[in-house]
């Protein structure tokens, strides 16, 4: 066999190597829920007028496969791109923005791969859709960002002057995080409510944060996204319980299943898989102990969907 004949079967074998890895890494590998006892539900008391909804923004085109290990790449899933708007008479937040009235110019923040992977629909701003129905956007206490990726935070420049809740990991993970957090920098300045959590666990996190001290909305950290990723639960008059999990897990079945996304997301998206997978696996607990409790990923558009959307009211 000649030199070159050997060097170019090598390479074939190296190229092939590299692509049955690849392969592989998108293949089914199931996470094990965590066996800890979180304790039962806490008390919650959720005034009368309390309620939650959905403000859909656009969607975007992709893949099961790119959502959670074990999906198929033939089976097409929309990303919803929606914000939550959760009504309380102390004050009405919304949590995520979805897509802005500027998104065009925001694309820049979209890592490239995951540019050409997808096909994106803008439906109508959060912000647009709120003052269409009549509702003035200064009656918000605040937008409550799950995390600071662009998608989470590109509507901020929509509503000029709403303070914008955020905890001082996640602070910092905008002033230095890079290319991430480039578009949450851009948007800037927007007034900061600065919050803390308080030493008290809740449902296994060790730490919380009570925002109208009624027990109905609890942020929790839930580090691994990003640094200062949070975690938000809901409690509704009616006793429907709901927890926000932004991009924990980008489809519910990466919580049923449970799995993390596929190493070619992680790696695009998650600042620490090992954290996003401890939480993973403490979040699919839960869902089992408590099946009732709705699971919202932020682009979830199939759990998105069942929401009612703003302004019907569920109370
Ligand atoms: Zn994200």
Redesign the pocket.
Known sequence: MTTFRKIALATVGVLAAALAALAWTFSASDLVPDATDYGPLPAAHPPAGMSLSALPTGRIESKAGFAFRGGSMSEERDFAMTAVLVRHPRGDLMFDTGMSAHLDEHLSSVPWLMRKLSVRHLDKPAAAVLKDNGYDPKQLAGIVPT?A?WD?VGGIADLPGIPVWLNAVEQHFIAEGGFPTELARRVQPFPVRSYAFDDKPYLGFPRSLDLWGDGSIVLVPAPG?TPGSILAFVTLPSGARYVLLG?LVWQTDGITRPAERPWLSRSM?DEDADAVRRAITHVAALHRRFPDLVLLPAHDARAMGKLPVFPEQAR
């Open positions: 995390h990726h989470h996204h991009d998206v």
